[in-house]
């Protein structure tokens, strides 16, 4: 078994907004006060400057694969390039132990002037691998990349896509004892990305810790052990990969109601929904639900005023989306109403999410979100897949059997 960690400890990382001194005038004071000893220490925050990253620790090892999640600005990134020493922290502790292959750039640190053969022996060589042993992974690297015909072309002229392909197989194949990969898989086709995510599996089987960062959820789900949840540069929840993305996903939703609350000129008001016959259900049965809406002013035709959709709390993805107009019912004109409706929940176990809001139909955005509700769905009849096709099977009366001769 693998020995091989990875771990920060109590780790802050500050940036500077534009300029800090912009005159002679600013620039002399604190050069002086620094000098005397009076400026503000390396690791306080100075005149521009943030917290990127504000007290971060977590342990990763040995057959565990952590999957850091957030919106973009979160500071996922900066943690990957605090882990792999392109940024050091202001304050805290990184340790790595082991091999590490990385992948946090579309271009994985290639010379642009080299090919990607010359970019294959340089890479390896980074990552402390013996020549012999980088030729004896040539072949693999470049077979699994798919780029063999371009591999004695220099890399500046491949496309973000190829750099990415070439990048992750070097870091996968060079026999790393941690895996450290970024986002930077979502530029690939998908044949290439089902193949790299079923590596990354392999390799949290074969016990070696591998720290990965991805808005595709269901990735995240389907690879993690664990997660965290990034905000605002603090890692605000660590535990079950289930439990993280249901946070993620329940807070950004809250946090948009609360921006678009504050958009005055939606035409819409949606009050309340209202789950009527619970929130436990066997997979193929029916859901109730109330909405209670008031329309403020008559709707364009570009606005849709009610969304319903539902989307898997496992993974974030949204697995059915339906309107009140696509529904034949006109709530377009002012007055406030009840609306009642129902979902055949024909899913695979799991939590979801109930959602509304209002959106435009133009913009592809809401203007408006409405309340939510949750749906634990159940085990129903027995299947595997991603929908229940509530499928029927039995014998036929005896006597209609056909009898199967040697050639049939």
Known sequence: MSHATVQLDHVWKKFRRGQLHDSLRDLIPAVAKKLIGRGPKADELQQGDFWALHDVSFEVKAGEALGIIGRNGAGKS?????????????????????????????????????????????????????????????????????????????????????????GFSIAAHLDPEVLIIDEVLAVGDLAFQQRAFGRIAEMVRRDIPVVIVSHQLERVASLCTRAILMEHGRAIYDGGVTDTITMYVQRASQQDTETLAAASDCPVRIGSLNVTTGNNYESGTTASYEIRVETLTPVRQEIEPLQVAVRDMQSGTLVFITSASGLGVDIRQPGARTLNGTLQLNLPPGTYLLETQVTDNYNHRAIAVGPEAVLNVVPGRHFRGQVQLNAELALAPAGDGVRLDAAG
């Open 78 to 166: 900066t943690i990957l390039k605090v882990l792999t020493r392109i940024l050091r922290p202001t304050r805290g502790r990184v340790q790595l132990t082991g091999r590490v292959g990385s992948l946090i750039e579309v271009s994985a640190g290639f010379h642009p002037d080299l090919t990607g053969r010359e970019n294959v022996m340089l890479q390896g060589s980074i990552m402390g691998m013996r020549p012999a042993e980088i030729v004896r992974k040539f072949d693999e690297i470049v077979g699994f990349s798919g780029i063999a015909e371009f591999i004695d072309t220099p890399v500046k002229r491949y496309s973000s896509g190829m750099n990415a392909r070439l």
